[in-house]
């Protein structure tokens, strides 16, 4: 059972900073690729960072391009989590973000998640 669990969501002012967490089990690490994806009101859900499983393609990672040069993705093996460090917030960030688990294959371009955490809030606004 692949079990996601994400939290730091919350509110930044533009130009801030928040470390969204995606708790999972090491099994979950090893098999599969884990990313972010965010859905803003009135707009279709998108992948934003994405990182290969363990024993797949090791640390391959995406990037929607919105995001790159803000976001960054790694993890800890230790503590069986993801992060999201995200910095230079902007209100168009504002989203809810969903964790969330898929094969590989897809998940090089942060596509087709087949497991998802409950979601966190995020909003950025003066």
């Known amino acids: 059972q692949v079990n996601l669990v994400e939290s730091g969501g919350g509110l930044a002012q533009p130009g801030g900073s928040l470390r969204l967490s995606c708790k999972t089990s090491?099994?979950?690490?090893?098999?599969?690729?884990i990313g972010w994806f965010r859905q803003a009101p009135g707009k279709e859900r998108e992948g934003v960072s994405c990182i290969s499983s363990i024993l797949g393609d090791e640390n391959v990672t995406y990037y929607i391009d919105s995001v790159k040069g803000r976001f960054t993705i790694s993890r800890d093996n230790a503590k069986n989590t993801v992060y999201l460090q995200m910095n230079n917030l902007r209100p168009d960030d504002t989203a809810v973000y969903s964790c969330?688990?898929?094969?590989?294959?897809?998940?090089?371009?942060?596509?087709?998640?087949?497991?998802w955490g409950q979601g966190t809030r995020v909003t950025v606004s003066s």
């Open positions: 090491a099994y979950t690490l090893d098999y599969f690729g």
């Open positions: 969330a688990a898929g094969a590989d294959l897809h998940f090089r371009k942060c596509q087709s998640p087949s497991h």
